[in-house]
């Protein structure tokens, strides 16, 4: 039985992870490196719980039992009794099998390790581990409270028993499941990717403005926001990451990455949670 869930990354995604765990009725662990980050995690989640509250979706005296099930620390060892983990790091391929490495020599022997990866091959994470039988993707979608879809992608060596109890936890998170087979990008990001790539190509080559293209498409096709308001949004170097992967596992120039998205991950300017992106948020 799942009763205590390990959230290793206290980002945008991993806070909000921890967010709909807690508020499901686990008790969480939230890990980062970064006590900082940890302390931002916590006050987010209390301002997003606040916001249900005042839309009607969450009951207010709820809220201070939510934010008691999740406890904070930067040490790796306190993964050592939790009966399901869920990575949320950057995507950073490097970074991960090692954190998996790691983890696997900590958590208990039951213990599954999923990943919210949204592109790296969930069989090579698994390979980092003993136990690739007992890993498994579980990609969540942005924003994570919001968002009701979960990808859940099975590795090679992926255990039928793994895949069940993944499935049950999205169910009790209230959440819809699209299983995906194991190829980068896996379905969201593999198709999601080059629109928003294609989006930048226009504006590279003078197509139409930033503005235009994203109300030609918002309008057009009617999404939500445009392509480029998305892409700063997802951070441009997520973007960028994604791309590179696709491109590196598929061999198709359809995924290379436009030059000017480079040019603004090696600039800086990574969309809203720089300030600046394809639009200015300062």
Not at 23 to 47: H, N, P, S
Not at 78 to 86: E, G, K, Q, R
Not at 222 to 229: A, F, I, R
Not at 245 to 258: A, N, S
């Amino acid at each position: 039985m799942i009763r205590k869930i390990g959230v290793l990354g206290a980002g945008q995604m991993g806070n909000g992870i921890a967010h709909v765990f807690s508020a499901a009725g686990f008790e969480v662990r939230l890990y980062d490196i970064a006590g900082t980050q940890l302390a931002r995690a916590m006050d987010t989640i209390k301002k997003n719980l606040e916001r249900q509250a005042k839309k009607g979706a969450l009951e207010a005296v709820a809220i201070p039992a939510i934010l008691g099930r999740i406890s904070t620390g930067t040490r790796l060892e306190d993964m050592a009794d939790v009966d399901f983990a869920v990575e949320a790091a950057v995507e950073n391929e490097g970074l991960k099998l090692e954190l998996f490495r790691k983890l696997d020599g900590i958590a208990p022997a039951h213990a599954v390790l999923a990943t919210n990866t949204s592109s790296i091959p969930i069989t090579k994470i698994a390979s980092a581990t003993r136990r690739p039988d007992k890993v498994i993707g579980m990609h969540f979608m942005n924003p994570v409270p919001v968002m009701t879809l979960v990808e859940v992608i099975r590795g090679h060596a992926t255990a039928e028993e793994t895949f069940a109890l993944t499935a049950e936890l999205v169910a009790k998170l209230g959440k819809e499941m699209a299983v995906s087979q194991d190829y980068p990008g896996f379905i969201a990001n593999r198709v999601l990717m080059p629109m928003l790539n294609e989006a930048i190509f226009a504006l590279y080559e003078g197509v139409a403005s930033a503005e235009d293209i994203d109300k030609a498409m918002k309008l057009g096709t009617n999404q939500p926001m445009g392509p480029l308001v998305l892409a700063d949004f997802i951070g441009l170097d997520t973007v960028l990451a994604i791309l590179r992967v696709l491109h590196e596992g598929f061999g198709d120039p359809k995924f290379r990455p436009c030059p000017l998205l480079v040019k603004m991950v090696n600039a800086g300017h990574l969309g809203r949670k720089s300030g600046r992106g394809f639009y200015s948020y300062e």
